[in-house]
């Protein structure tokens, strides 16, 4: 297991930046699947990005492509997640999440590792 912790959140308006950070540590993770999740009330936690920490293959929601951007720093052994014209809609809990090895899964229930995530609140 890793363990992971958000940070970063806040309260913005619409069409600011925002960079949210996952501190990543625990056992080996370099063949790990790390993503960002979100959750609003009352709605499923939905798939926003996902990056394999061996080499930095991307793959986004369709709703996030062109704004936001998930890299990795592994010097830090962070995951970030850069969000540009945020939008209303982008108001949700934002959960960091692991899974083992290499897969462009979008799906929650795959993933085995999570944070405690971090508030994205988005003003019009």
């Known amino acids: 297991q890793v363990q992971l912790v958000e940070s970063g959140g806040g309260l913005v308006q619409t069409g600011d930046s925002l960079r949210l950070s996952c501190a990543v540590s625990g056992r080996t993770f370099v063949q790990y699947t790390m993503a960002w999740f979100r959750q609003a009330p009352g709605t499923e936690r939905e798939f926003v990005a996902g990056l394999w920490w061996n080499d930095g293959r991307t793959y986004y929601a369709e709703s996030v492509t062109g704004r936001f951007t998930i890299s990795r720093d592994a010097a830090k052994n962070t995951v970030n997640l850069q969000m540009n014209s945020l939008k209303v809609e982008d108001t949700a809990v934002y959960y960091c999440?692991?899974?083992?090895?290499?897969?462009?899964?979008?799906?929650?229930?795959?993933?085995?590792?999570w944070g405690q995530g971090t508030q994205v609140t988005v003003s019009s």
């Open positions: 999440e692991a899974l083992t090895y290499y897969r462009a899964s979008r799906s929650a229930t795959d993933f085995t590792s």
